[in-house]
């Protein structure tokens, strides 16, 4: 199986060492650098449908990039389109849902497939709509944060609420809700006015029993802050 680390503190690269025959697929312009016994191609991983599917849910490329070791063992070095941390996760007993933009790299045995939200959700989300990405299989899965990324224990009885902005993926097994506010009451138009004013905006509130792993920065917060600054 292809091994993957992180190297590195700050913006930290992904290297992954394959063995001849052995192969992985990563996000669109990820691959930094690869040895020659490597070859790579761009694919609609699952097909057409399945491409578009993931494009929509988590604002992936429609073609993703395959690494195949052709020729003999190899490595190559791949990074996130945003700086900041990386994270390798296991997939097989515990599969996880990803956040947009949050997926790097995995083995070929992991699978992301597109899955329906609640109505709820689906009206809330930032993007994908009533669709979300769910891993599948079971192999190494990386994935990045903008900014310092943390992991959170959920237990029952221990909820947690997060903005919908710094999470970056999360166990399947925890149950979740997005909403607009962390109030527990005042309508609509009370929680809308609430997320306005606080500056709080979507929340995921989680429960059940899984972790999650968040970032520190917001990426739609930053870039409203760059393009409020003069030239």
């Not at 944060?145 to 925890?174: Q, Y």
Request: aromatic fraction near 8%.
């Amino acid at each position: 199986m292809p091994v993957f680390n992180i190297t590195g503190d700050v913006d930290p690269f992904l290297h992954v060492s394959l063995a001849k025959g052995e192969k992985i697929y990563c996000e669109s312009n990820a691959m930094v650098m690869m040895e020659t016994n490597l070859e790579l191609k761009g694919k609609m991983t699952g097909g057409i449908g399945a491409a578009l599917m993931r494009t929509f849910a988590n604002g992936e490329s429609f073609f993703q990039q395959h690494i195949e070791a052709m020729r003999g063992d190899g490595d190559c070095l791949l990074s996130p389109t945003l700086p900041g941390a990386m994270r390798v996760l296991e997939v097989g007993v515990q599969q996880y849902m990803i956040s947009d933009g949050a997926f790097v790299a995995a083995s070929a045995g992991v699978e992301l497939k597109v899955r329906t939200q609640s109505l709820g959700n689906a009206l809330f989300a930032q993007s994908g709509g009533f669709f979300i990405t769910e891993t599948a299989g079971s192999g190494q899965l990386a994935v990045s944060g903008f900014g310092a990324m943390s992991i959170l224990e959920v237990t029952p009885g221990k909820d947690v609420v997060i903005d919908n902005s710094h999470v970056v993926c999360w166990d399947n097994r925890l149950q979740y809700d997005i909403s607009m506010t962390t109030g527990s009451s005042g309508g609509f138009l009370g929680n809308l006015i609430n997320s306005q004013t606080s500056g709080e905006g979507m929340v995921l509130k989680f429960s059940g029993t899984g972790k999650i792993l968040v970032c520190s920065r917001n990426r739609a917060a930053f870039l409203a802050w760059t393009q409020s600054k003069p030239a």
